[in-house]
């Protein structure tokens, strides 16, 4: 499937739609889950409407694989939309600390409210929402301290509606990662399957690899040149890119040619994982200097 034509809607996430629906009334708050590389490409935009109303907290997730500089920008962005934020890697559990206490923040006036009625202590229900693979179920074990969500490095994971308590007053209900049904902008398919929250399965790696080599020869060549000890020279597509990279690494085929898919696996596995550098693929708007 080429990039600019991503388009679906699976079956699973129509279900989460309607459990979201379902359930919204019942919370205190909503939780969104973004990945601090690319925070509005993955973001739901359907959750605008879906969550009306509701106080939103924003977890600003990966923040150790992203632009310090911009990932302060973009907080500063959604503190000015009204929405708690804070920053996390939720792999390592730095920053999840801070949630417990940003809810109860954000909801301290329906607290009194409850308290005022007599509710004092009532349990705090917070949904968390999120795209697949953004570590929704990470996050939610490090904050609980417990195994409860099940966490793997792939889209597509968790499927059904689960409570997680994280103390005698707060509870999570997480939801299955839920995509739209089509990119308006071609840009934020690329850039979601650039950090894995589109399954690989369905789009063409090669062709992805040469996109992000592109991105990278553009706006970072210090780093290609660090990493896998390649020249960026002017006129470099993100073809030759790959090619030069492949070559280097001895990813030889017969012919003496380079096995460009094997090389392009390879770039998509070391930019998720981190090892390129931190990044962020899309600039703060600059209201918020």
């Known amino acids: 499937m080429q990039l600019d034509q991503l388009s679906w809607f699976p079956g699973h996430m129509t279900k989460t739609r309607r459990m979201i629906t379902a359930e919204i009334a019942n919370m205190d708050a909503v939780c969104e889950i973004l990945d601090a590389r690319i925070p509005l490409s993955s973001r739901n935009p359907d959750l605008d409407e879906l969550t009306a109303g509701k106080p939103r907290i924003v977890v600003l997730n990966r923040v150790d694989q992203a632009d310090g500089a911009q990932t302060r920008r973009w907080a500063a962005y ?20 801070q949630f417990a206490g940003a809810v109860r923040a954000l909801l301290k006036d329906k607290i009194a409210a409850y308290e005022a009625k007599g509710q004092v202590g009532r349990v705090l229900r917070v949904m968390i929402l999120g795209i697949p693979n953004v570590g929704k179920s990470t996050f939610i074990n490090k904050v609980s301290g417990k195994k409860s969500a099940r966490a793997e490095d792939r889209p597509g994971v968790t499927r059904g509606k689960q409570w997680v308590p994280v103390d005698k007053t707060l509870e999570l209900l997480d939801t299955p990662g839920i995509l739209w049904p089509k990119f308006e902008d071609p840009e934020v398919g690329v850039r979601l399957a650039f950090t894995g929250a589109i399954r690989d399965d369905v789009i063409d790696t090669e062709e992805l690899a040469v996109r992000l080599m592109d991105y990278l020869g553009e706006h970072y060549p210090a780093t290609l040149t660090e990493r896998y000890k390649i020249t960026v020279e002017a006129g470099d597509d993100g073809f030759s890119l790959l090619n030069k990279a492949g070559r280097k690494r001895g ?3 017969a012919g003496g040619e380079v096995d460009t898919e094997r090389m392009s ?10 090892k390129l550098g931190r990044f962020t693929l899309e600039q703060a708007p600059e209201v918020c200097e």
Do not use: M, Q
């Open 251 to 253: 990813f030889l085929i």
């Open 265 to 274: 696996r390879i770039l998509l596995d070391e930019f998720r994982a981190g």
């Open 78 to 97: 959604f503190r000015a939309r009204g929405y708690a934020v804070i920053e996390v890697d939720a792999k390592s559990g730095a920053g999840v600390k």
